[in-house]
T-cell receptor, first 112, second 115 residues
Framework: SQQGEEDPQALSIQEGENATMNCSYK?????LQWYRQNSGRGLVHLIL?????REKHSGRLRVTLDTSKKSSSLLITASRAADTASYFC????????????FGSGTQLTVLP | SQTIHQWPATLVQPVGSPLSLECTVE??????LYWYRQAAGRGLQLLFY??????ISSEVPQNLSASRPQDRQFILSSKKLLLSDSGFYLC??????????????FGNGTRLTVT
């Protein structure tokens, strides 16, 4: 399968701690995107990193991309209870112009 | 600003009944449109995508079909639902001209339960 795979599948941390989620994929990509999904809702885009970028920041989010290892990580710093959600990575493969391929997600629980 | 509407939010249908889920996008033209299905606790499976009116591509063989009768309208249908059609259905759009360097925008989904 070409899809990205997140690790861990579930993560539980205390409020104020940092949360790190990882994503691995198998083929060359154009870009990689991270999405968040609150329970029972649609996905919301968080951040996009292109294949020629190594790191990107947005507020408390930090995304890294290592194309040699075909992996990415999402770091949420100083987590809050409101960060509780599922987080998905999605990849746009170099040979595909029409779709994002999603991983199975990491369920993050931030305990107050 | 662009918005995406998806309805109904929840649906309970008996096996063998028909299905019609609708998705409309406002505030943009000629979007690429997508139907995804999400099983409980799982990732998203792409079902159909459309790059224009009447143009539908299917990603997986299944009991469902899709149509795009207007530029910003995408419909997911079935003539006879199966139990395995239960799931969370998400519609999404992206600017066709974006070359995938802009995000995918999702509706709030339809929770379908086939009984």
């Amino acid at each position: 399968s070409q899809q990205g795979e997140e690790d861990p599948q579930a993560l539980s941390i205390q409020e104020g701690e940092n949360a790190t989620m990882n994503c691995s994929y198998k083929t060359s990509i154009n870009n990689l995107q991270w999405y968040r999904q609150n329970s029972g809702r649609g996905l919301v885009h968080l951040i996009l990193i292109r294949s020629n970028e190594r790191e990107k920041h947005s507020g408390r989010l930090r995304v890294t991309l290592d194309t040699s290892k075909k992996s990415s990580s999402l770091l949420i710093t100083a987590s809050r209870a409101a960060d509780t959600a599922s987080y998905f990575c999605a990849t746009v493969f170099s040979g595909s112009a029409r779709q994002l391929t999603f991983g199975s997600g990491t369920q993050l629980t931030v305990l107050p | 600003s662009q918005t995406i509407h998806q309805w109904p939010a929840t649906l309970v249908q008996p096996v063998g009944s028909p299905l019609s889920l609708e998705c409309t996008v406002e505030g943009t033209s000629n979007p690429n449109l997508y139907w995804y299905r999400q099983a409980a606790g799982r990732g998203l499976q792409l079902l159909f995508y459309s790059v224009g009116i009447g143009q539908i591509s299917s990603e997986v063989p299944q009991n469902l079909s899709a149509s795009r009768p207007q530029d910003r309208q995408f419909i997911l249908s079935s003539k006879k639902l199966l139990l395995s059609d239960s799931g969370f259905y998400l519609c999404a759009w992206i600017l066709a001209s974006s070359r995938w360097v802009s995000p995918l925008h999702f509706g709030n989904g339809t929770r379908l339960t086939v009984t």
